[in-house]
Protein backbone atom coordinates (compact mmCIF):
# COMPACT_ATOMS: atom_id res chain seq x y z
CA UNK A 1 0.00 0.00 0.00
CA UNK A 2 3.41 2.24 0.71
CA UNK A 3 3.81 5.14 -2.41
CA UNK A 4 0.50 4.44 -3.43
CA UNK A 5 -0.76 7.86 -4.06
CA UNK A 6 2.57 8.66 -6.03
CA UNK A 7 2.19 5.85 -7.90
CA UNK A 8 -1.55 6.71 -9.01
CA UNK A 9 -0.26 10.41 -9.34
CA UNK A 10 2.07 9.01 -12.03
CA UNK A 11 -0.42 7.47 -14.11
CA UNK A 12 -2.83 10.48 -13.89
CA UNK A 13 0.06 12.76 -15.00
CA UNK A 14 0.97 10.42 -17.74
CA UNK A 15 -2.49 10.97 -19.11
CA UNK A 16 -2.43 14.34 -18.65
CA UNK A 17 1.09 14.88 -20.24
CA UNK A 18 -0.63 13.56 -23.32
CA UNK A 19 -4.20 14.76 -23.24
CA UNK A 20 -5.37 18.73 -22.71
CA UNK A 21 -8.62 17.38 -21.37
CA UNK A 22 -7.11 15.77 -18.71
CA UNK A 23 -4.52 18.26 -18.00
CA UNK A 24 -7.78 21.15 -17.70
CA UNK A 25 -9.27 18.81 -15.34
CA UNK A 26 -5.95 18.57 -13.40
CA UNK A 27 -5.84 22.04 -13.84
CA UNK A 28 -9.04 22.43 -12.00
CA UNK A 29 -7.62 20.18 -9.14
CA UNK A 30 -4.38 21.98 -8.65
CA UNK A 31 -5.07 25.89 -9.25
CA UNK A 32 -5.94 27.22 -5.74
CA UNK A 33 -3.40 25.52 -4.29
CA UNK A 34 -0.85 26.80 -6.33
CA UNK A 35 -1.73 30.43 -6.56
CA UNK A 36 -1.97 29.67 -2.19
CA UNK A 37 1.77 28.35 -2.56
CA UNK A 38 2.76 31.79 -4.82
CA UNK A 39 1.10 34.19 -2.01
CA UNK A 40 3.00 32.17 0.57
CA UNK A 41 6.36 32.05 -0.70
CA UNK A 42 5.66 35.23 -2.03
CA UNK A 43 6.83 34.18 -5.62
CA UNK A 44 7.31 36.78 -8.15
CA UNK A 45 8.91 37.41 -11.19
CA UNK A 46 12.26 38.36 -10.79
CA UNK A 47 12.13 35.09 -8.43
CA UNK A 48 14.23 31.85 -9.77
CA UNK A 49 12.41 29.07 -8.82
CA UNK A 50 13.12 25.01 -8.13
CA UNK A 51 10.57 22.52 -8.43
CA UNK A 52 12.02 19.21 -7.39
CA UNK A 53 10.03 16.58 -8.66
CA UNK A 54 7.92 17.31 -11.49
CA UNK A 55 6.22 14.27 -12.97
CA UNK A 56 5.44 13.21 -16.51
CA UNK A 57 3.38 16.92 -16.55
CA UNK A 58 4.78 19.61 -14.51
CA UNK A 59 1.46 20.71 -13.43
CA UNK A 60 2.67 23.29 -10.73
CA UNK A 61 5.94 24.50 -12.15
CA UNK A 62 3.76 25.26 -15.01
CA UNK A 63 1.16 27.28 -13.10
CA UNK A 64 4.21 29.06 -11.14
CA UNK A 65 5.53 29.73 -13.82
CA UNK A 66 1.89 31.56 -15.22
CA UNK A 67 0.88 33.27 -12.15
CA UNK A 68 4.26 34.99 -11.72
CA UNK A 69 6.25 34.75 -14.85
CA UNK A 70 9.36 33.54 -13.36
CA UNK A 71 11.69 31.36 -15.03
CA UNK A 72 10.95 27.82 -13.28
CA UNK A 73 13.61 24.76 -13.13
CA UNK A 74 12.28 21.59 -12.47
CA UNK A 75 13.74 17.98 -11.54
CA UNK A 76 13.03 14.57 -11.52
CA UNK A 77 14.92 11.53 -10.73
CA UNK A 78 13.19 9.17 -13.16
CA UNK A 79 14.23 9.64 -16.40
CA UNK A 80 10.95 8.33 -18.48
CA UNK A 81 9.64 11.51 -16.34
CA UNK A 82 11.91 14.24 -17.50
CA UNK A 83 11.50 13.35 -20.95
CA UNK A 84 7.80 13.35 -21.10
CA UNK A 85 7.87 16.71 -18.74
CA UNK A 86 10.16 18.35 -21.75
CA UNK A 87 8.07 17.50 -24.51
CA UNK A 88 4.72 18.60 -22.44
CA UNK A 89 6.36 21.97 -21.85
CA UNK A 90 7.23 22.49 -25.41
CA UNK A 91 3.64 21.55 -26.29
CA UNK A 92 2.89 24.79 -24.06
CA UNK A 93 5.30 26.68 -25.47
CA UNK A 94 7.23 26.96 -22.34
CA UNK A 95 10.47 25.56 -23.41
CA UNK A 96 12.71 29.33 -22.41
CA UNK A 97 10.62 29.50 -19.16
CA UNK A 98 10.76 25.80 -17.62
CA UNK A 99 13.80 24.01 -17.59
CA UNK A 100 13.41 20.35 -17.39
CA UNK A 101 16.49 18.90 -15.84
CA UNK A 102 17.21 14.97 -14.93
CA UNK A 103 18.41 15.19 -10.83
CA UNK A 104 17.79 14.05 -7.66
CA UNK A 105 16.83 16.40 -4.95
CA UNK A 106 19.19 14.92 -2.28
CA UNK A 107 22.23 15.92 -5.00
CA UNK A 108 20.98 19.51 -6.31
CA UNK A 109 23.08 22.72 -6.13
CA UNK A 110 20.30 24.82 -4.45
CA UNK A 111 22.35 27.98 -4.11
CA UNK A 112 20.85 29.81 -7.44
CA UNK A 113 17.06 29.60 -6.49
CA UNK A 114 15.03 31.95 -4.57
CA UNK A 115 12.35 30.07 -3.85
CA UNK A 116 12.69 26.26 -3.69
CA UNK A 117 9.45 23.94 -4.05
CA UNK A 118 9.40 20.38 -2.78
CA UNK A 119 6.18 17.90 -4.04
CA UNK A 120 4.50 15.66 -1.18
CA UNK A 121 5.84 12.59 -3.66
CA UNK A 122 9.24 13.49 -3.14
CA UNK A 123 10.86 10.58 -1.53
CA UNK A 124 12.47 10.60 1.04
CA UNK A 125 10.85 14.24 1.70
CA UNK A 126 12.83 14.78 4.96
CA UNK A 127 16.30 14.08 3.31
CA UNK A 128 15.26 16.56 0.72
CA UNK A 129 14.20 18.90 2.62
CA UNK A 130 17.15 18.57 4.64
CA UNK A 131 19.88 18.98 1.95
CA UNK A 132 18.11 21.91 0.62
CA UNK A 133 17.58 23.43 4.01
CA UNK A 134 21.59 23.03 4.37
CA UNK A 135 22.90 24.14 1.02
CA UNK A 136 20.53 26.58 0.51
CA UNK A 137 21.12 30.55 0.48
CA UNK A 138 19.93 32.57 3.78
CA UNK A 139 16.92 34.18 1.84
CA UNK A 140 16.11 31.42 0.29
CA UNK A 141 11.86 30.31 0.58
CA UNK A 142 11.67 26.15 0.60
CA UNK A 143 7.49 25.27 0.19
CA UNK A 144 6.96 21.93 1.33
CA UNK A 145 4.03 20.42 0.42
CA UNK A 146 2.79 17.57 3.65
CA UNK A 147 0.06 15.10 3.02
CA UNK A 148 -2.77 14.34 5.79
CA UNK A 149 -1.44 12.64 8.33
CA UNK A 150 -4.28 9.90 7.87
CA UNK A 151 -2.65 9.70 4.61
CA UNK A 152 0.98 9.79 5.10
CA UNK A 153 1.40 5.22 4.81
CA UNK A 154 0.64 6.08 1.33
CA UNK A 155 3.13 8.27 0.77
CA UNK A 156 6.83 8.23 1.77
CA UNK A 157 7.10 10.18 4.82
CA UNK A 158 9.16 9.08 7.65
CA UNK A 159 9.09 11.04 10.61
CA UNK A 160 6.28 14.12 10.56
CA UNK A 161 8.74 16.21 13.18
CA UNK A 162 11.38 16.49 10.99
CA UNK A 163 8.61 18.95 9.23
CA UNK A 164 7.45 20.87 12.76
CA UNK A 165 10.16 23.95 12.60
CA UNK A 166 8.05 26.17 9.86
CA UNK A 167 7.86 29.39 10.02
CA UNK A 168 4.56 29.82 8.15
CA UNK A 169 1.65 27.14 6.46
CA UNK A 170 -1.22 27.80 4.21
CA UNK A 171 -4.11 24.64 4.67
CA UNK A 172 -5.42 23.26 1.74
CA UNK A 173 -9.41 22.39 1.99
CA UNK A 174 -10.66 18.96 1.16
CA UNK A 175 -7.71 17.67 -0.80
CA UNK A 176 -5.09 14.81 -0.22
CA UNK A 177 -2.56 17.58 0.86
CA UNK A 178 -2.97 18.67 4.35
CA UNK A 179 -1.05 22.21 3.98
CA UNK A 180 2.47 23.80 2.48
CA UNK A 181 4.88 24.66 4.99
CA UNK A 182 7.29 27.60 4.72
CA UNK A 183 11.09 26.86 5.55
CA UNK A 184 13.61 28.87 5.47
CA UNK A 185 17.74 27.62 5.25
CA UNK A 186 18.68 26.24 8.43
CA UNK A 187 21.43 28.64 10.01
CA UNK A 188 20.68 32.51 10.70
CA UNK A 189 16.49 32.97 10.08
CA UNK A 190 16.17 36.21 8.79
CA UNK A 191 12.49 36.73 8.37
CA UNK A 192 10.37 36.32 5.85
C1 LIG B 1 4.18 12.66 -9.77
S1 LIG B 1 5.13 14.10 -9.38
C2 LIG B 1 4.09 15.15 -8.48
C3 LIG B 1 4.27 16.64 -8.76
C4 LIG B 1 3.21 17.23 -9.62
N1 LIG B 1 3.44 16.90 -11.00
C5 LIG B 1 3.16 18.72 -9.50
O1 LIG B 1 3.37 19.41 -10.49
O2 LIG B 1 2.90 19.21 -8.40
C6 LIG B 1 6.26 13.43 -8.22
C7 LIG B 1 7.60 13.15 -8.88
O3 LIG B 1 8.62 13.27 -7.89
C8 LIG B 1 9.71 12.53 -8.35
N2 LIG B 1 10.64 12.34 -7.24
C9 LIG B 1 10.43 11.59 -6.12
N3 LIG B 1 11.50 11.67 -5.31
C10 LIG B 1 12.39 12.49 -5.91
C11 LIG B 1 13.68 12.95 -5.56
N4 LIG B 1 14.29 12.57 -4.42
N5 LIG B 1 14.33 13.79 -6.41
C12 LIG B 1 13.74 14.18 -7.58
N6 LIG B 1 12.51 13.76 -7.96
C13 LIG B 1 11.84 12.93 -7.15
C14 LIG B 1 9.09 11.25 -8.89
O4 LIG B 1 9.93 10.63 -9.83
C15 LIG B 1 7.77 11.77 -9.50
O5 LIG B 1 7.89 11.89 -10.90
Request: net charge negative; aromatic share 8%; glycine share 6%.
Amino acid sequence: MSRAIPRLTGIVEQMAAKSRLVYRGLVLYYKELVRAEVELGRINSSDRVLCIGGGPCPISAVLMHEFTGALVCVIDNDNQSVMQAREFVQSLGYEHSIHIEYSDGREIAPQDYDVIHLAAQVSPLEQVLQHVREHSREETRILVRLPRERLEHLYEIGDRAAFNQYHAKTDHRWRNVDCTALFAPLGEYRGL
